[in-house]
């Protein structure tokens, strides 16, 4: 089934007619509403006039996390705060929030997107759809749960933890569909199989994003739960879950085209790369009020198709992610940059700045080891006081990432030096 | 009787100790006694050396981290009840005995004890 075939289903020449008018609508909206923007038309001497269409898109100045992080927390909303409805952040790459703003037209047009991606993933109103994102400043928890509310299904709020509430609500409540990461779906899996109760769930299918993951992991979790399994992917920056997501087909992500128009330039030069070639993504949000972004950079590495689908939507598809174009790391669904742990042990006077951080996957969950030189001006002997140097500097990371990460000391000069390029991150997760 | 200790913090991994009885080895330092605490991270050797100094600079120089930390050196009498009557004497407020191990020597054994007050305590050892 399709949600909205009048806008899924579009030929090429009308989507290139609306998303055309939607854009020299929304430049000349920003340029009027957000100073910063119109500051970086008016440096190279664009005015909103000479974006006819969206073949001039190219002449517009791009839109990076660096901007949002610089305008924090909402000098790039378009709108007053009394329009404002819904706040969410994600972490940014100094420690501080990268904050996003919706007002009513806005979650309307969330629901919309999700409610799309839902039914491709063919959940419909009879369904009872298990919503095991995090709910809160996150996106993904509360944009999975208006997206199948407006549906028309049966919505169980159950966020992340406690895997057997999970379970017990999962089977007690015949849920048939569950919104998640796919890690914590192949912890599931992986608990379902030791309750054996995998015969008692009527679960037929998973939307799972947030998150890299790979074809075989796709199929290793059809395998084990004997259902299918979904990609959605979004940004908050851009929106949330559900900017694109596939059909049974898994050909590709289809892009919600109508809302976001997508461009895919290459990372070194940043000029437009034609379809099939891999570069990064970029987006223009088309029908976004509260806060319109014109060319934002995702720094996520993918490609691009316009050609039709054989489920009968046209919408242009984006194919598997192939990674990040910075150092950012999505563990367990939370952004991490390397900066963040480098600002958060300056805090911390008894060890030096010198740090290693290892990304795992274990058991189906992502695990982050942050190694850390002791220092020698400050060092114990004492095993005490080395446990709780561990325990503080847990805490401060803790408190800098929004993820527990498992400290450990080393001695001294064993990690690499910054000169030249340390190495920061080891990332065992084998993903791509 | 004072003594200085050497402590190493060694990380759990193949040869670190081997590395540094090495280096200990080839400057002609005698370990009289260890003791070896480990976590399953890294571990703590502890050691009364003929000479601390020495040892501290040359394990230094090869990246480990070194301490030297006074601790109190008991002679035993190897008589049942030694240890009891021993630390029946310190009172409790000063009675905070962060490790203890012992040093074998000619004489009978010697308890290394490190607590967090060694003044009072040798003090009330009567030492
Ligand atoms: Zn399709």
Redesign the pocket.
């Known amino acids: 089934m399709i949600w909205n075939e009048s806008k899924e289903c579009m030929s090429r020449d009308e989507m290139n007619h609306l998303q055309s008018t939607r854009l020299v609508k929304q430049v000349k909206n920003i340029y009027h509403s957000v100073e910063s923007y119109r500051k970086k038309m008016q440096a190279i001497g664009l005015e909103p006039g000479d974006i006819r269409g969206i073949e001039d898109l190219e002449k517009l100045p791009f839109t990076t996390k660096d901007d949002l992080r610089d305008n924090y927390p909402c000098g790039l909303f378009a709108v007053p705060r009394s329009e404002i409805v819904r706040i969410h952040a994600s972490s940014g790459t100094t420690g501080k929030a990268t904050v996003v703003g919706y007002t009513r037209r806005d979650i309307e047009n969330w629901e919309e997107c999700v409610a799309r991606i839902l039914t ?1 993933a063919n959940i419909g109103s009879s369904d009872t759809v298990q919503v095991s994102y995090g709910y809160g400043l996150f996106t993904g928890g509360l944009g999975a749960h208006y997206g199948a509310e407006f549906l028309g299904a049966t919505v169980v709020p159950l966020s992340t933890g406690n895997t057997k509430k999970q379970l017990t609500m999962m089977r007690d409540l015949g849920v048939t569909a569950i919104c998640c990461t796919p890690s914590y779906l192949m912890y599931l899996a992986e608990a379902i199989e030791e309750q054996g109760i995998l015969n008692d769930l009527v679960l037929k299918s998973a939307i799972c994003g947030a998150e890299p993951w790979t074809e075989n992991m796709r199929r290793e979790i059809e395998r084990r739960l004997h259902i299918e399994a979904h990609d959605i992917y979004g940004l908050s920056e851009v929106m949330g879950p559900g900017v694109a997501g ?4 898994h ?2 992500l ?1 892009i919600n085209e109508d809302h976001f128009l997508a461009e895919i330039v290459s990372a070194e030069t940043l000029k437009p790369i034609p379809d099939g070639e891999t570069g990064e993504l970029v987006f223009t949000t088309l029908t976004k009020e509260a806060l319109p972004l014109i060319r934002y950079r995702t720094k996520d590495l993918t490609s691009i198709t316009h050609e039709k ?5 046209t919408t242009a ?1 984006l194919s598997r992610f192939k990674g990040r174009s910075d150092d950012m790391l999505i563990i367990r669904g939370v952004n991490v940059f390397p900066s963040q742990v480098e600002a958060a042990l300056l805090d911390v006077s008894e060890v030096s700045p010198n740090y290693l951080m290892i990304v795992d996957r274990v058991d189906n969950l992502d695990t982050l080891e942050v190694q850390v030189e002791v220092d020698e001006r400050f060092f114990s002997d004492e095993i005490k006081e080395l446990e709780n140097l561990t325990k503080k500097i847990t805490h401060v990371l803790q408190q800098a990432l929004l993820i527990v990460p498992k400290v450990k000391l080393v001695e001294p000069r064993t990690l690499q030096r910054s000169e030249g390029k340390a190495v920061r991150v080891i990332d065992k997760r084998k993903l791509i | 009787m004072r003594m200085n200790q050497i402590s190493v913090f060694i990380e759990n991994k193949e040869g670190n100790l081997l590395t540094v009885s090495k280096i200990l080895k080839d400057n002609n330092i005698d370990i009289r006694t260890l003791s070896l605490a480990d976590t399953s991270e890294y571990g703590m050797l502890r050691m009364i050396v003929s000479d601390e100094e020495l040892a501290k600079k040359v394990l230094k120089e090869a990246g480990f981290p070194v301490s030297i930390t006074p601790v109190i050196a008991v002679r035993t009498n190897n008589k049942v009840g030694f240890m009891h009557d021993l630390l029946a004497k310190i009172p409790a407020e000063i009675a905070n005995i962060e490790y203890m191990y012992t040093l074998p020597s000619d004489e009978g054994s010697v308890l290394i004890l490190k607590v967090a007050n060694p003044d009072k305590v040798e003090a009330a050892l009567g030492q």
Request: charged share 30%; glycine share 14%.
């Open positions: 491709m596939d059909c049974q087909y050909t590709g289809h689908c054989e489920c009968g939507r598809r």
